[in-house]
């Protein structure tokens, strides 16, 4: 069992310095960087002298006015005049620059050309890009032809200060549908150019020309999944596609490379405080039987090692069970709030029947619970004596509710889980976990509808009707699956070998129902997708975080939250291996 609650210290290690690690490979590339006006670059842009580091080159960050950027390596260059959004870049073209300053009709010979690559696509922002239709005038032009194209361009302001050639354009009210639609005449050539917006025209077309432009930019999918997978995305000479990386390890394990020497110190310490704390302890299993029941007598104050409460009195506390006290229903019973007579606020849970089953769940929560203490774990204050008309346990009342509720229940919409108090959340059930393995506790039924939350959003991990004492001596349990679907370990329920890696696996669902907020089962998804589970590893293995992660973290425009999102979603993937 010190193997067991080591690697839930390591689940617990590996978050938090994940978290500090953002999700970083051994790599000498920069997760940000600024160039000149350019602030918070990220790939695939990269400093002209890192040129491994990305797709699209800047170079002069110290240079007046603007720094300069290539789309792709070994290709014109432009002025970046700034970033606009997330994945566009307004630029200047020097060239076109010169040409438009000198006036000439030399502009209308010009026309921007974007570079494409099997890594990466541009495109023009059509904000101030306008269509001008060039169509030469020759020797041969006669007048049916010339009446043809004006036909052709009715509607269309036409100039003609420009020898051996007609420009016609438009700018208000524009639709070049039927034009665009390959029914230019003959003569005549599309030209698309950038323009000033609102600038008077003087009877010179050419003074409405500008040289800066909006460029988008998107990366191939293979090229994602290449990068974020901890490869460089590079093209050959025959402009094919290929992944390089430097071995075949991915940026997942370079990452637990990275962080497997620190937490290996951590699991040690960690596992020889248990495994000191457990020996100290003066309890053992059989002893605690003895005690408890030495205790069950009538009109007994203690019973069961806990303070017992009268039926009656928890019936008061809950006004007759009344219906609108409940607080939940579990497959064992309904919790309801109460209030005691001494002011506590509390929550009873009321088990449906009372039978063997019921009192052998009864009996099995009252002994876990009082050999535990710990800060994330719900306190039980008592129960009725198992002679009592109805089974009835009373804990602690956590007044904000169960985590499920928060991601994808009725308090969802308050979108009060941020991100830091996700990970707070994730860090504490993670130690609870710990913390119980080490005290020899399964405990098999792991769930967002188990982890309640106080004002503070703090955990308090609860129900433990189900859960298991692990004996030091043994490597598994055989026991039938017990659990909630969608949470139970796949290899538990073919195998019907309980370990401590059952809730690994429960908690690899938590993680993922964090990142994503998504239920972990929905009937509404594909067939094989209905386990959240089955859906994460999917969306992982294809590097498809954007389809995982809950759009309301705002990781497309947080670079930060985007690596740790991921880093999480990469440890909820190790959780939920069944090998």
Not at 185 to 204: E, K, M, Q
Not at 257 to 266: D, E, N, R
Request: aromatic share 12%; charged share 20%.
């Amino acid at each position: 069992m010190a193997l067991a609650s080591s690697f839930v210290c390591f689940l617990l290690s590996l978050i938090l310095i994940l978290v500090q690690t953002k999700g970083g490979n051994d790599s000498t590339c920069p997760k940000l960087f600024s160039c000149g006006n350019l602030t918070d670059l990220s790939f695939p842009f990269a400093l002209s002298t890192q040129p491994d580091c990305g797709i699209m080159p800047v170079s002069g960050c110290d240079a007046k006015p603007y720094p300069r950027i290539e789309l792709l390596p070994g290709g014109d260059w432009y002025y970046a005049l700034g970033k606009e959004y997330s994945y566009t870049v307004k630029l200047m073209d020097p060239l076109l620059q010169t040409t438009f300053r000198r006036h000439t009709c030399k502009a209308f010979n010009k026309n921007i050309s974007l570079p494409d690559s099997p890594s990466i696509s541009f495109r023009l922002l059509p904000v101030n890009i306008h269509n001008f239709f060039k169509c030469n005038i020759t020797s041969t032009n006669n007048p049916t032809i010339t009446q043809k194209m004006t036909d052709h361009f009715s509607g269309y302001e036409s100039y003609d200060g420009c020898d051996g050639f007609t420009i016609y354009y438009k700018f208000d009210g524009v639709d070049d549908k039927d034009i665009l639609a390959g029914n230019l005449t003959a003569n005549c050539s599309l030209i698309g150019l950038p323009c000033y917006p609102r600038r008077v025209y003087d009877n010179n077309l050419v003074n409405l020309l500008s040289p800066e432009f909006y460029v988008v930019w998107k990366l191939s999918d293979t090229c994602y999944e290449c990068h974020y997978g901890g490869g460089q995305c590079q093209t050959d000479k025959n402009d094919n596609f290929h992944c390089y990386k430097d071995g075949t390890r991915s940026k997942l394990g370079r990452t637990l490379g990275a962080v497997f020497g620190g937490v290996l110190v951590m699991i040690t310490c960690l596992a020889v405080y248990f495994i000191w704390r457990y020996k100290k302890r003066k309890f053992s299993p059989s002893r605690f039987f003895s005690d408890i029941f030495k205790h069950d007598v009538e009109g007994s104050n203690i019973y069961f090692g806990v303070p017992v409460f009268s039926y009656s009195e928890l019936e008061e506390a809950t006004s007759d069970f009344n219906s609108s006290r409940v607080l939940g229903d579990g497959g064992f019973g309904t919790v309801y709030y109460g209030k005691l007579k001494d002011g506590r606020e509390v929550a009873v849970k009321r088990l449906y029947e009372h039978n063997c089953k019921r009192m052998q769940q009864f009996v099995n929560e009252i002994e876990i619970l009082t050999r535990l203490r710990h800060i994330n774990l719900v306190t039980l204050y008592g129960g009725t004596s198992r002679r009592s008309r109805e089974l009835l346990l009373v804990y602690e009342y956590i007044p904000n509710g169960t985590l499920a509720d928060h991601l994808h229940g009725d308090s969802a919409k308050d979108l009060s889980l941020t991100w830091s108090i996700r990970m707070n959340i994730a860090i504490e059930t993670a130690g609870a976990l710990a913390y119980l393995h080490a005290s020899d506790v399964i405990h098999c039924d792991v769930k967002t509808d188990n982890i309640l939350l106080d004002h503070n959003f703090s955990v308090k991990v609860a129900d433990f009707g189900i859960s298991q004492l692990f004996p030091n001596d043994v490597s598994h349990i055989s026991t039938a699956p017990r659990g909630t679907p969608g949470y139970i370990d796949p290899k538990y329920h073919e195998c019907y070998q309980l370990t401590c890696k059952s809730d690994v696996y429960s908690f690899g669902v938590v993680l993922v129902e964090l990142i994503s907020s998504m239920p972990a089962v929905d009937m509404n998804r594909h067939i094989q997708e209905i386990n959240l589970a089955n859906f994460a590893v999917n969306k992982i293995v294809k590097r498809a975080f954007n389809e995982l992660i809950d759009p309301s973290l705002v990781f497309d425009s947080d670079n930060m939250i985007w690596d740790m999102t991921t880093s999480v979603a990469e440890l909820a993937f190790l959780c939920l291996q069944t090998d």
